[in-house]
T-cell receptor, first 114, second 113 residues
Framework: AQSVAQPEDQVNVAEGNPLTVKCTYS??????LFWYVQYPNRGLQFLLK??????LVKGSYGFEAEFNKSQTSFHLKKPSALVSDSALYFC????????????FGDGTTLTVKP | ETGVTQTPRHLVMGMTNKKSLKCEQH?????MYWYKQSAKKPLELMFV???????ENNSVPSRFSPECPNSSHLFLHLHTLQPEDSALYLC????????????FGPGTRLTVT
């Protein structure tokens, strides 16, 4: 079985400050890990993914995430938050052997205040 | 735009109605998905199609019936739904079912009265 936990329902940061949205996962094998963002009345948009290789992954809009195998974490980060980053963020995991079946976290609402 | 379109964007139907949701992808992908997104639950995978064959049916009630006539189109046929089926239904596509990211449509907001 595979699972994802996003321990924070809500993250609030001031514009210009660094942000972190947390994600931990559980899979039986090696994971594929993804971050998606959802704006109001829109579908999910892909931000970045970890498949293999370098533990630090860079994605769209200045976001990055660090894969930590020992802590089974894949936290999303950005050095300087923008008000336009305010949205709902989802972490997802897929076991390499579980073709097509991604498990999503409950989502974290990020609010960036001016 | 992500290259995945869904129609209609909003749908209100009674419990005895029959309706269909349509999804179309213009990305040349060969895998397509239906998800249900409810306010109080995480994103739930419903169905997965790979190369037009259903490879996953995630214990979805039979009142939801998917159809994938070709790699670009995906339908979700609805009949005798319940009020608890009201949700945002999202379609997604990807290049294969391995490590590829998914591209999502904007969703259909379904309300069952």
């Amino acid at each position: 079985a595979q699972s994802v936990a996003q321990p924070e329902d809500q993250v609030n940061v001031a514009e210009g400050n660094p942000l972190t949205v947390k994600c931990t996962y559980s899979v039986s094998g090696n994971p594929y890990l993804f971050w998606y963002v959802q704006y109001p009345n829109r579908g999910l948009q892909f931000l970045l993914k970890y498949i293999t290789g370098d533990n630090l992954v860079k994605g769209s809009y200045g976001f990055e995430a660090e894969f930590n195998k020992s802590q089974t974490s894949f936290h999303l980060k950005k050095p300087s938050a923008l008000v336009s980053d305010s949205a709902l963020y989802f972490c997802a995991v897929r076991d390499m052997t579980n073709a097509g079946k991604s498990t999503f976290g409950d989502g974290t609402t990020l609010t960036v205040k001016p | 735009e992500t290259g995945v379109t869904q129609t209609p964007r909003h749908l209100v139907m009674g419990m005895t109605n029959k309706k269909s949701l349509k999804c179309e992808q213009h990305l040349g992908h060969n895998a397509m998905y239906w998800y249900k997104q409810s306010a109080k639950k995480p994103l739930e995978l419903m169905f997965v199609y790979s190369l037009e064959e259903r490879v996953e049916n995630n214990s979805v009630p039979s009142r939801f019936s998917p159809e994938c006539p070709n790699s670009s189109h995906l339908f979700l046929h609805l009949h005798t739904l319940q009020p608890e089926d009201s949700a945002l239904y999202l379609c997604a596509s990807s290049h294969g079912t391995g490590p590829s990211e998914q591209y999502f449509g904007p969703g259909t907001r379904l309300t069952v009265t």
